[in-house]
């Protein structure tokens, strides 16, 4: 069995990315390692969201979704963020395709608490085996979108829907890419974190609010079974790598 990487890149990913990122991506490919990228595209949505005259609600860090946010999500996450993407991969000469929850019922799920958050969904299983099919041959590129067992289209947070993508697969290295150099404590990265280290850190508020969720994430997939996680800027450089055990947290 391949070696899988799943790799979440926010919605700036599309035209930022660095040269290193994609030099990694051809070593990994060549290497026969199964490569999949979860992108999100909170930016862009937004952006359209204020150009459609659509109010843009947040509780928990969770985006409100109702038919039209919904419907303006799939628009720009699969119209807009993912070629973006898909045509930068393509530039450096890789193999790439993109995809999404419709491709041979790829990415199942149900309502996180739909009177409050509405078209919100959670990730409950993953075509894994059609998936693996395809990373094969290409560098697979998917939006973190779901569909329910009736055929509801449902928007997931592209950091949760990483970690479950990548418990369920049993993915080797699951890293979540960020605009800092890993998880910080005084300006300085934390190389090495537990769920406890992290904890203190965001009482004592060196953890800030966007961070938090990207760590539960983090940890929720490196608890369900996903060998190695890391929170970084940068695919050469480790950044913070998670851990179970206390003993090996440092916090400076």
């Not at 862009?44 to 039209?68: F, P």
């Not at 290295?173 to 406890?196: E, M, S």
Request: contains cysteine; proline residues 3%; aromatic residues 4%.
């Amino acid at each position: 069995m391949a070696e899988t990487i799943v790799i979440k890149v926010g919605g700036h990913a599309s035209d930022q990315l660095p040269e290193q990122f994609y030099s990694q991506l051809g070593k990994w490919q060549t290497q026969g390692k199964h490569i999949l990228i979860i992108h999100g595209g909170g930016p862009q949505i937004n952006q359209w969201s204020n150009q459609m005259g659509l109010a843009v609600h947040k509780q928990n860090g969770i985006r409100v979704t109702d038919q039209q946010t919904l419907a303006l999500t799939q628009a720009v996450l699969l119209g807009v963020v993912q070629p973006a993407i898909c045509q930068q991969i393509s530039r450096h000469h890789l193999s790439v395709v993109g995809l999404n929850t419709s491709d041979n019922q790829l990415l199942s799920g149900e309502y996180l608490d739909q009177a409050q958050y509405g078209r919100v969904g959670k990730i409950t299983s993953v075509n894994d085996l059609w998936l693996n099919d395809v990373l094969d041959k290409e560098i697979g590129v998917l939006a973190p979108l779901a569909q329910t067992t009736d055929g509801q289209l449902l928007n997931v947070n592209a950091d949760t829907a990483a970690a479950a993508i990548a418990a369920k697969m049993g993915a080797n290295k699951l890293v979540l890419l960020t605009d800092v150099p890993g998880v910080l404590n005084a300006g300085k990265v934390v190389p090495l974190l537990d769920q406890n280290a992290a904890d203190k850190l965001f009482q004592q508020q060196q953890i800030k609010a966007g961070m938090m969720p990207k760590i539960k994430a983090a940890f929720h997939a490196l608890h369900s079974g996903v060998h190695q996680v890391l929170i970084t800027n940068d695919l050469s450089n480790s950044g913070t790598v998670l851990h179970k055990s206390s003993a090996n947290s440092i916090i400076g």
